[in-house]
């Protein structure tokens, strides 16, 4: 599984796929869970670059971005393979309970007084998340599991039976 660095300031929701047609527009594969967030889209960040956004449109169920100022299959092949950014700011809201997986990736894991580890990755496995800790041990992210998760901390308090 591909493992994504996000920056304290911009939060990655996308990659530029492959082009289509001839007029610059790019198939966007989306790496969130808000995919709605594309709609109606003005501005966007790709590879560290701001774009302005001409057209989203979404065919066959897969998503075309096409950015102001790439016109050309030529211009569009140049961000094939570059993350989309948005600010941090710009975050879809979340309610209470829901976390980034980037905010948890990176939090120290404890059961009871015992410091398990860090959380290296957050596996999607359809019925709930499982956080990875340290390569070696997995975490169901249940509340019958996880007791406590503090994102400023970067600690996440786990039931020390239950692991």
């Known amino acids: 599984?591909?493992?994504?660095?996000?920056?304290?300031?911009?939060?990655?929701?996308?990659?530029?796929?492959?082009?289509?047609?001839?007029?610059?527009?790019?198939?966007?594969?989306?790496?969130?869970?808000?995919?709605?967030?594309?709609?109606?889209?003005?501005?966007?960040?790709?590879?560290?670059?701001?774009f302005d956004v001409e057209a989203v449109k979404h065919i066959s169920e897969q998503l075309f971005i096409k950015f102001a100022g790439v016109d050309s299959r030529e211009d569009a092949r140049a961000l094939t393979n570059k993350f989309l950014t948005v600010d941090r700011?710009?975050?879809a809201p979340l309610d209470d309970g829901e976390f980034y997986t980037f905010d948890i990736i990176g939090c120290e894991v404890f059961?009871?007084?015992?410091?398990?580890g860090t959380v290296t990755n957050v596996l999607k496995t359809g019925s709930n998340d499982v956080f990875e800790v340290d390569g070696n041990i997995l975490i169901p992210a249940l509340k019958s599991v996880v007791r406590s998760i503090d994102i400023a901390a970067k600690k996440i308090l786990v039931d020390e039976h239950a692991y």
Do not use: N, Y
Not at 35 to 42: K, T
């Open 1 to 50: 599984m591909t493992k994504l660095l996000q920056s304290e300031d911009k939060i990655i929701v996308g990659k530029v796929g492959a082009t289509r047609g001839l007029d610059g527009t790019l198939r966007i594969i989306p790496l969130t869970d808000f995919e709605g967030r594309f709609d109606g889209l003005e501005k966007i960040f790709v590879g560290g670059k701001l």
């Open 89 to 91: 700011k710009d975050a």
């Open 111 to 116: 059961g009871g007084d015992k410091r398990l």
